[in-house]
């Protein structure tokens, strides 16, 4: 775990993952943690960089300085704005479930742009009412959250799951008894000012919606509603599922995050992949400040081949997920290695963006020496030297 100072306070997060693959930012519910993503992280960092955090006053987060006044959606979404200028990253994927998807409203709403695709789940456009948020906000303060989480925590998963594992209602009640009280009370009072309805048309980001049949916080007919206002974008609804699928079922969350992060490939005989799509893998594989510098050495002689190679080798060949990026970095190194081509050094460089561990990179070189000839290996080897690989 890390931390950022955002506006003069302490913010929690882990950045994990490979710098070269795309970021996805990942927002946890009212009274949780960070650490309801822990499950589905292994699905994801083998194609994703993965950046979560903990809410004001949650986790190991700061809580909400006493003269901060008001939360708003706007400085929720700020701070998830300044942890992805951290990370590096001018675009990124949003997932977030409940008070999380308030988050994700609020991107799609004012900063769209930044977006690569939004998933909410168990949230809406409009939460629960405003007496309930406010009388909430007033008994946490009266009484505490301890007090409080036997009422609550229960609600966050099924029945059934509840039944299966006991010990999760008592876990996650321990943890929400740690929650910083004022904290907690005024994110329950930004609920019960949010509404998002007439906000959330022509943004043109992917979104995707995924509720839960049994969550009583957030019903299926308000994921129904949540849908029509985003221009009807695509909800699913998990039966016998409550509140945090992420917890109650990783694995089944994971499933949908892998198909719903990944952009619709084209198939045989359909148009390619846009330039646009070429450009933000290629920003991302090789860093913006060599895409910049490439771009602008380009003269009216290479434009049409920069823009090709954009097209085809970024956008078709190293945006298919089929492989990992640090499955092609390792393909095209040995090729590139094999061949003797001067782009072999750029790739050195990039293999270490993308995660390549000294034993990794050694293995490819010595495929390269048995099948492509000792002298290829060796140039590259002392090519690798040279831009800081061994120790």
């Not at 998830?80 to 990253?89: I, K, N, V």
């Not at 001018?90 to 994700?104: C, D, K, Q």
């Not at 695709?117 to 946490?140: C, F, K, M, Y």
Request: with cysteine; charged share 25%; aromatic share 6%.
């Amino acid at each position: 775990m890390a931390f950022l100072t955002i506006d003069g306070r302490s913010v929690a997060y882990r950045l994990l993952g490979a710098e070269a693959n795309p970021l996805v930012l990942l927002a946890h519910p009212l009274g949780m943690t960070q650490a309801v993503w822990d499950d589905i992280l292994p699905t994801l960092l083998p194609r994703y960089r993965v950046l979560t955090w903990d809410l004001p006053g949650h986790g190991a987060s700061q809580a909400w300085p006493e003269s901060g006044g008001e939360i708003t959606p706007a400085a929720l979404a700020d701070e998830a704005l300044a942890l992805a200028e951290h990370a590096g990253a001018s675009r990124f994927h949003f997932v977030g479930t409940s008070i999380g998807g308030v988050v994700g409203q609020q991107l799609l709403a004012e900063h769209a742009e930044r977006l690569l695709s939004a998933t909410l789940t168990n949230t809406g456009a409009v939460i629960g009412t405003s007496e309930l948020w406010t009388t909430r906000a007033g008994r946490v303060r009266d009484e505490g959250l301890a007090a409080i989480s036997g009422e609550i925590v229960p609600r966050w998963f099924s029945a059934k799951r509840l039944k299966a594992e006991p010990a999760l209602e008592s876990g996650w009640r321990t943890q929400m008894a740690r929650t910083d009280s004022e904290s907690y009370a005024r994110l329950c009072e930004m609920l019960g000012r949010t509404d998002f309805r007439s906000k959330l048309k022509g943004h043109g980001v992917e979104v995707h919606l995924l509720g839960g049949s049994d969550d009583v916080a957030t019903p299926p007919e308000t994921l129904q509603t949540l849908a029509a206002e985003c221009g009807g974008a695509p909800l699913e609804i998990l039966e016998g599922f409550a509140h945090v699928p992420s917890v109650e079922d990783p694995e089944a969350m994971a499933k949908r995050l892998r198909l719903w992060l990944t952009k619709d490939r084209p198939q045989v005989g359909e148009q390619g992949v846009s330039y646009d799509e070429g450009l933000e893998t290629r920003k991302q594989v090789l860093g913006e400040d060599h895409v910049a510098r490439a771009g602008a050495g380009a003269t009216s002689l290479d434009a049409p081949f920069q823009q090709m190679i954009t097209r085809l080798a970024w956008g078709e060949l190293w945006g298919n997920d089929d492989l990992t990026r640090r499955e092609r970095s390792m393909i095209t190194t040995g090729i590139l290695a094999a061949l003797g081509r001067e782009e072999l050094e750029l790739h050195l460089k990039t293999a270490k963006r993308i995660g390549l561990s000294e034993a990794e990179l050694r293995q490819v070189l010595m495929h390269v020496a048995i099948y492509g000839g000792v002298p290829a290996a060796n140039h590259a080897f002392a090519m690798a030297k040279k831009l800081g690989w061994g120790e």
